[in-house]
């Protein structure tokens, strides 16, 4: 169901934005269960790059990329996303992009985001993106240790013109479903 997992609702979401040809990120590629559905979307025309600091994820992705044959739509650099704007074309809009924050398990917690780097790399993302573009933020809060992360990120969306950006949190009230779901629409 749509609101079992803030990342249902997020796919939902991405799936009325991204058209075949658009190009998008995947800001954090873990095992890439995101970077697949964005090469779904943006087809054979389009681009989807996705970064990650950690080879291992890198390589689980291409994997998958190959056996499911989407990997000629996709770049994966292994760099921290708060390189994006040094490693895309330098005129390059894009329609959407998505942060899955967190680790791939407890035993990767050491390779967490920082605040300062998730917030850097978000405003590179924002000045890339096209108008009616989408870039969301997939919290998970089994495996994301970083409380400064949250508050600090939460903090910087509140200062968002508003004339420009609408931002919305979606969480569970009654459930504690394990992750929280932030949206920004240019």
């Known amino acids: 169901m749509l609101l079992d997992q803030p990342s249902s609702f997020a796919h939902f979401l991405l799936d009325q934005a991204i058209r075949p040809g658009d190009v998008?990120?995947?800001?954090?590629?873990?095992?890439?269960?995101?970077?697949?559905f964005l090469a779904e979307k943006v087809a054979d025309y389009g681009h989807v790059y996705g970064f990650d600091i950690?080879?291992?994820?890198?390589?689980t992705c291409?994997?998958?990329l190959t056996t499911?044959?989407?990997?000629?739509?996709v770049s994966l650099i292994n760099q921290g996303h708060e390189r994006i704007i040094t490693a895309l074309p330098a005129d390059l809009k894009v329609q959407a992009a998505i942060f899955s924050l967190g680790?791939?398990?407890p035993?990767?917690?050491q390779d967490v985001t920082l605040p300062n780097t998730t917030i850097s790399a978000y405003h590179q993302v924002l000045s890339r993106l096209n108008r009616?573009?989408?870039?969301l933020f997939i919290i998970d809060n089994h495996f994301f240790k970083s409380e400064e992360e949250i508050h600090y990120l939460v903090a910087d969306l509140t200062r968002l013109n508003p004339e420009r950006y609408a931002?919305?949190?979606?969480?569970g009230v009654n459930q504690d479903v394990g992750q929280l779901l932030t949206v920004i629409k240019k």
Do not use: C, M, W, Y
């Open 68 to 73: 499911a044959n989407l990997n000629q739509q």
């Open 54 to 59: 950690q080879k291992e994820a890198l390589a």
């Open 107 to 109: 035993e990767t917690s």
């Open 132 to 135: 009616g573009g989408l870039l």
């Open 24 to 36: 998008v990120i995947d800001a954090t590629v873990g095992h890439g269960d995101d970077t697949l």
């Open 103 to 105: 680790s791939l398990s």
């Open 62 to 64: 291409q994997k998958r």
């Open 167 to 171: 931002v919305r949190h979606f969480q």
